[in-house]
């Protein structure tokens, strides 16, 4: 009934003794381990998070630790706490290789083995990592393989089809300004769609800009050129089955135009006399 009460592994900690001899060895030994706890042939074998490798290990303050492959490491400790209370500790580097971000726990799993059959618990450490936000637009192509024979030294190989990559359009545009006041800057926004198969609108960039006040003595048309879109073809929403810089795209610009200086005051302001 005690050892089915007892945590396993029972027979460590649940012993029965038939006489008052044996009860008092036993508590001489409790008293022994209490005061000078012990293990023998430690193994510590821990596997990190496959998110990190494992760059380098400092040697441990007891025992000896080694590099099993690039995520996992093993600690061996001959003895610890034999004559008195020890501890021991070990440093090792890791490195993110992962490309996602976020709080990430380091140790995948940690096991631990002595000869007296101790049980140990160890911490959960994890680091907060971030990557910023990677991307490859232009994967790395398939390769063709072939041979060239022995004593061959000239062949000709059809490597077969390849298209151009990351094709598409920068729109310019220019518009004009009618009638701006001197003394007051402009604010522009200009809104692009493209229009699809159905007439539905995709929008394709906005772009706000402010336009420096002018000195001139009346109001003047004011022409801003260069306002610059850029299109690429994976957003292409035509019809086109040619796809590519063979398929014509319908677009659509809208202008919105308003001073931002100007000379009105509100009239709640109070005025001692």
């Not at 060239?148 to 059809?158: A, H, L, N, R």
Request: with cysteine.
């Amino acid at each position: 009934m005690l050892n089915d009460w007892a945590t396993d592994p029972d027979a460590s900690h649940v012993a029965v003794t038939p006489d008052d001899s044996e009860l008092e060895e036993l508590f001489a030994d409790l008293a022994a381990n209490i005061s000078k706890p012990r293990a023998t042939n430690i193994i510590i074998n821990e596997i990190i998070h496959s998110d990190f490798t494992i760059v380098s290990i400092t040697p441990p303050t007891k025992g000896t630790a080694i590099a099993v492959n690039t995520t996992t490491l093993q600690w061996k400790i001959p003895e610890l706490g034999v004559s008195g209370n020890e501890g021991a500790t070990l440093e090792f580097y890791i490195q993110h290789t992962s490309l996602n971000s976020g709080t990430k726990l380091v140790n995948q799993s940690v096991t631990y083995s002595d000869k007296e059959g101790n049980i140990v618990t160890f911490p959960e450490p994890s680091v907060k990592v971030d990557c910023g936000i990677i991307i490859t637009p232009e994967p790395c192509p398939a390769p063709v393989d072939f041979t060239v024979d022995g004593c061959e030294d000239y062949m000709v190989v059809d490597l077969g089809d390849t298209y151009l990559e990351s094709t598409g359009r920068i729109i310019e545009l220019d518009v004009t300004i009618k009638n701006v006041c001197p003394g007051r800057r402009v604010a522009v926004g200009i809104i692009l769609t493209e229009t699809g198969c159905g007439g539905e609108e995709y929008p394709r960039g906005i772009k706000t800009l402010t336009i420096p006040a002018h000195s001139y003595p009346s109001c003047r048309d004011i022409l801003v050129k260069c306002i610059r879109f850029v299109l690429p073809d994976d957003l292409d929403a035509s019809c086109s089955f040619s796809g590519g810089m063979c398929s014509a795209r319908k677009l659509k610009a809208r202008v919105i135009a308003h001073n931002i200086d100007t000379d009105f005051k509100c009239c709640d302001t109070i005025v001692t006399i």
